[in-house]
């Protein structure tokens, strides 16, 4: 079956970095775009970044583009999320997804990010 | 970007009852609409993709219409574990926008 296991969140400062990972089990990694979407506290969900099969093709939203990098690691089945310059409005959940052509079936448990000095 | 509006933000609703939720688009999606039920404290699960077609492994008590710019969600007769927050999301163009959710509570 399919698993997405995020980790690597936590309490970082303003102005600070922090790498989240996911690991993905139970399908072709390779074959799948992937997501990393979030969620502020008592928030709705907003996409934050996807990346093709073979990492060729990425986008970003604004809120994040220039601070943060999409990649993957296809031997390790895994994806990754790198977050520098981190604001306090970068709380939130994030969760890792699999992309299908038209949705995201998919998702992990999520990941508690928390900037705050 | 392309802007979601939900309506209504909150519903109280019976279990039994049938509910419906819009979704509105800022331009056409054609039938990139997507509808996801999130629980407190869980990941979102998805519902229904491209509109109106039923996620494997989900009951057929939900059901999805639409296309262009008005969509909705329907639950057919409310059940107890269906109280929960739900949300529609595009995926015609980055950046995959979503709704800002639909609570529904228990009356």
């Known amino acids: 079956q399919v698993q997405l296991v995020e980790s690597g969140g936590g309490l970082v400062k303003p102005g600070g970095s922090l790498r989240l990972s996911c690991a993905a089990s139970g399908f072709t990694f390779s074959d799948y775009y992937m997501s990393w979407i979030r969620q502020a506290p008592g928030k709705g969900l907003e996409w934050v970044s996807y990346i093709s099969g073979s990492g060729t093709t990425i986008y970003y939203a604004d809120s994040v583009k220039g601070r943060f990098t999409i990649s993957r690691d296809n031997a390790k089945n895994s994806l990754y999320l790198q977050m520098n310059s981190l604001r306090a409005e970068d709380t939130a959940v994030y969760y890792c997804?699999?992309?299908?052509?038209?949705?995201?079936?998919?998702w992990g448990q999520g990941t508690l990010v928390t900037v705050s000095s | 970007d392309i802007q979601m509006t939900q309506s209504p933000s909150s519903l109280s609703a019976s279990v039994g009852d049938r509910v419906t939720i819009t979704c509105r688009a800022s331009q056409s999606i054609t039938t990139y609409l997507n509808w996801y039920q999130q629980q407190p404290g869980k990941a979102p699960k998805l519902l229904i993709y491209?509109?109106?077609s039923l996620q494997s492994g989900v009951t057929s008590r939900f059901s999805g219409s639409g296309s262009g710019t008005d969509f909705t969600l329907t639950i057919s007769s409310l059940q107890p574990e269906d109280f929960a927050t739900y949300y529609c999301?595009?995926?015609?163009?980055?950046?995959?926008?979503f709704g800002q959710g639909t609570k529904l509570e228990i009356k």
């Open positions: 997804a699999r992309v299908t052509s038209v949705s995201h079936d998919y």
């Open positions: 491209a509109a109106s």
């Open positions: 999301q595009q995926s015609y163009s980055t950046p995959y926008t």
